[in-house]
């Protein structure tokens, strides 16, 4: 069974564009939650989504927004890309909203976002 | 809102011994405790969960006691192998808001 999958593994932007981050959960689960990663820090909290509505949310700036589909692959997008966006972005999938409290999470290994 | 400190050092130790890391938060809502290790270039793994009811748990080789006066969580490795070698994570889960926060982990390395 295949685990969470990402895409793209490494993406380059300049300063001020979009970008749009994709997420495809473990089959089965059907939430999914977004962190962002800076070299040397934890995981950030970015949203978590539940059947399509969103459960959860850190504190970033509204640039940041997500959303999840019927078959609960879910897509992050970036508007106006500073260079400070500039980190790992990371998904995680969950088979119920507390599910992840209770068995944990499911990571994927990431999107390398680079802004230039 | 919630803050989770961990060994900000790095720690290193000798293989076969008992490898101690420390969690510690602040204000405490509703959670769960976990642990999880990450290796470079890759996401996180789950590794073990502590109720806020629980006082500690063992997994294998793995210990994580959970103290909510003290607001802490100790994680330990017994009999470690450098293939233990990694960063650990700390993280509060708030099932009520939907949140999860890490800490910014502890990078372990064991010497054989």
């Known amino acids: 069974d295949a685990g969470v999958t990402q895409s793209p593994t490494h993406l380059i932007k300049t300063r001020g564009q979009h970008v749009t981050l994709r997420c495809s959960p473990i089959s089965g689960h059907k939430s999914v939650s977004w962190y962002q990663q800076v070299l040397g820090q934890g995981p950030q909290f970015i949203f978590q989504y539940y059947e399509k509505e969103e459960r959860g949310r850190g504190n970033f700036p509204d640039r940041f927004s997500a959303r999840q589909f019927p078959n609960y692959s879910s897509e992050l997008n970036v508007n106006a890309l500073l260079l400070g966006d500039s980190a790992l972005y990371l998904c995680?999938?969950?088979?119920?909203?507390?599910?992840?409290?209770?068995?944990?999470?499911?990571f994927g290994s990431g999107t390398r976002l680079t802004v230039v | 809102s919630q803050k989770i400190e961990q060994n900000s050092e790095a720690l290193n130790i000798q293989e076969g011994k008992t490898a101690t890391l420390t969690c510690n938060y602040t204000?405490?809502?509703?959670?769960?405790l976990q642990w999880y290790r990450q290796d470079p270039g890759r996401g996180p793994v789950f590794l073990l969960l502590?109720?806020?009811?629980?006082k500690e748990k063992r997994k294998e080789r793995l210990k994580v006691t959970f103290d909510t006066t003290l607001k802490q969580s100790l994680f330990h490795i017994t009999a470690s192998q450098p293939a233990d070698s990694a960063t650990y994570l700390c993280?509060?889960?708030?099932?009520?808001?939907?949140?999860?926060?890490f800490g910014d982990g502890t990078t372990l390395t064991v010497k054989p």
């Open positions: 995680a999938s969950s088979l119920a909203q507390g599910a992840g409290a209770n068995y944990g999470y499911t």
């Open positions: 204000n405490y809502s509703p959670a769960y």
């Open positions: 993280a509060l889960i708030n099932t009520n808001a939907g949140k999860s926060t």
């Open positions: 502590i109720r806020e009811n629980e």
